[in-house]
């Protein structure tokens, strides 16, 4: 078919935020990689966002296992992730919720200090490795 891209697939789950614009949740690349979408902490069934910070970051990380497992891997297939704080002074708070989604070894991480859209104080993508 004219413009597809058989080298990629887009992952799809009800179990994280729809996308609301122009960008899929997650992309396959070759069979072999997974790049996951900045996730936000929006609840997918409910559709509200938690007041607290640590309850926003949980969820983020809810949206991304949602979609890594979506597409056959695991949190500990994840390699890559990017942190977006609207407050770097959360990072330590950041370290606590996150150090409960992943095994050793962690993946490799960036935090970085960002204006998010919606209230939000955190959102979070992640690229994994797919099992064979």
């Known amino acids: 078919m004219k413009g597809t891209n058989e080298m990629k697939k887009a992952i ?9 614009r122009a960008y899929s949740q ?5 069979g072999t990689l997974l790049f996951v979408a900045g996730q936000g902490p929006k609840d997918p069934k409910t559709g509200t966002v938690p007041s607290d910070f640590a309850g926003q970051a949980a969820q983020c990380l809810e949206n991304v296992k949602a979609i890594v497992e979506a597409a056959g891997a695991t ?9 977006f704080l609207k407050d770097l002074a959360l990072f330590p708070a950041f370290n606590e919720v996150y ?10 991480r960036s935090t970085i200090g960002a204006d998010l859209p919606g209230g939000f104080q955190v959102e979070v993508e992640a690229i994994a ?3 064979k």
């Open 12 to 20: 799809l789950t009800n179990k994280a935020p729809e996308p609301i």
């Open 75 to 83: 949190m500990a297939d994840v390699v890559k992730v990017n942190a």
């Open 26 to 30: 997650g992309i396959v690349a070759s």
């Open 99 to 108: 150090a409960r989604f992943f095994p050793q070894p962690c993946p490799a």
């Open 129 to 131: 490795v797919l099992p």
